[in-house]
């Protein structure tokens, strides 16, 4: 006897909280790699996560009190989990606008995909990559297109000074170097 699980409504306040939302009027950038990679999260869920989950709570069903089954009562948590990630992923990749660093190999112009060393007014020395909202993971020292610090590089060539406004005041950035990856995928 097959139950049926009962599906989550469209659109819950949850799907946006974690990330965040594409600014009004802007395009969903991200590169041919972090397009992929979430493709791939998201059929993986599909294809992978969603029906063990649901084999797991269909079983956990099966056995009885569910007031007190931790299998059924974490199943169905981790269920809706999923169905809120295949939701927000789903919704992302549809309004993703694809873009290939590549195209700009040899420039000294930072544009989206750029790899920027810069140095600020107290003579710290950074480099970050500038990536889109869902694919930028600051502990790998990317940086989303939309944070204060892209909007403040973005446009400026190597050797120009821009300004970058903080909660401590303006600093003061200058473009030592700007990267592009030269082939489809790889990064600079």
Request: aromatic share 6%; with cysteine.
């Amino acid at each position: 006897m097959g139950q049926t699980l009962p599906q989550q409504p469209n659109g819950t306040e949850d799907d946006e909280i974690e990330h965040p939302a594409v600014p009004a009027g802007s395009k969903n950038y991200i590169t041919p790699c972090g397009y992929a990679r979430l493709k791939a999260e998201l059929f993986d869920l599909m294809d992978t996560e969603r029906p063990k989950i649901v084999d797991i709570v269909h079983w956990a069903a099966s056995n009885g009190d569910r007031s007190e089954n931790g299998d059924y009562l974490y199943g169905k948590k981790r269920l809706r989990e999923i169905d809120r990630r295949i939701r927000f992923l789903t919704k992302r990749l549809e309004i993703a606008e694809i873009v290939n660093p590549a195209i700009h190999a040899g420039n000294d112009q930072v544009f989206f995909g750029a790899t920027v060393t810069y140095v600020d007014d107290l003579d710290c020395e950074r480099t970050i990559t500038i990536l889109g909202i869902d694919e930028a993971d600051s502990s790998q020292a990317q940086v989303s297109w939309i944070s204060p610090v892209a909007r403040a590089l973005l446009k400026a060539r190597e050797g120009d000074q821009v300004q970058l406004a903080t909660p401590s005041g303006v600093r003061l950035l200058e473009v030592l170097q700007v990267r592009y990856p030269s082939t489809l995928g790889h990064d600079a």
